[in-house]
């Protein structure tokens, strides 16, 4: 990976403890503004981050977690204090592989609907006979396929996605990314996700890396699952303390994957306790 590479960041909020967040896969910084002025107002600073080959931050050659979590790590160096760190999905194995290696840049961690073990690529977390498969290589595909050069509209793009894509909440936030350079015949559009990438090295991502012989986050640490989601069992919980003693289970009714987004009010406060608790 390109050395001295810098990930896009945005803070809200002028002082306070640091919350910094970690998206998932397709997603960006930005995703959690309302969720960060909600914690900003409470007085905090809340920093949002771009991973690697999405948002505004530079793509790279390569998907590892290890050089994922390097570079968050490098940006919570700059803030001289230890942060608390959430991460959701590919971003919470990001957060996890970070608090494992540097432990001393956390205060504490949350970790939102992952868990630390592989994925297999056609689903199988359950004994549920109708599970789907994981969709985001399908995803990829349908976002590879739309006609960037004869698109003339974001509802366009919308619509070629329907089919991969049936929820209206996942098409809006994959359309996220989706923009445009200026406008008139020399205004085009283009994702900032690295499609290609991402694509190939998926089977990466569905990974966990083993973490250092012996290591363990001895901190604080709130787990956020989704109560319709498969992606954090109970089968998982054994590991999660193995390697996160300190952590408490929350499952949110009436949420899958995204819970963040499915039931933002009790997502919030149930940080928000979380960080009353933490600082004091």
Do not use: C
């Amino acid at each position: 990976m390109t050395e001295a590479i810098r990930l896009a960041a945005r803070t809200l909020g002028d002082a306070g403890p640091r919350v910094v967040f970690v998206h998932g896969l397709f997603g960006q910084g930005r995703n959690w503004t309302t969720i960060a002025r909600r914690l900003a107002e409470d007085g905090r600073r809340v920093t949002l981050l771009d991973l690697p080959n999405h948002g505004h931050s530079p793509w790279t050659d390569r998907v590892d977690y290890l050089d994922m979590a390097a570079l968050v790590a490098a940006e919570l160096e700059s803030f001289g204090d230890p942060v608390t760190l959430v991460g959701h999905s590919m971003g919470g194995k990001v957060a996890m592989q970070l608090a494992l290696r540097r432990p001393e840049l956390l205060r504490a961690l949350v970790v939102v609907d992952i868990a630390p073990t592989d994925y297999p690529e056609s689903g199988g977390r359950t004994d549920d006979p109708d599970e789907e498969a994981s969709p985001f290589a399908a995803f990829i595909a349908a976002m590879q396929q739309v006609d960037l050069g004869a698109l003339v509209s974001r509802e366009e793009a919308d619509a070629a996605l329907r089919v991969a894509v049936p929820s209206d909440m996942v098409r809006a936030f994959l359309l996220q990314s989706l923009v445009r350079d200026g406008v008139g015949p020399d205004g085009g559009w283009r994702w900032r996700l690295n499609l290609d990438l991402l694509a190939r090295d998926l089977g990466e991502l569905r990974r966990f890396p083993d973490p250092p012989p012996g290591a363990t986050y001895p901190g604080p640490v709130l787990w956020i699952a989704g109560a319709g989601s498969s992606y954090v069992l109970d089968r998982d919980r054994a590991r999660m303390d193995q390697l996160f003693p300190a952590t408490r289970l929350v499952r949110v009714k009436h949420a899958g994957h995204w819970v963040h987004s499915e039931q933002p009010e009790v997502f919030t406060e149930t940080v928000r306790r979380f960080l009353q608790a933490v600082d004091g």
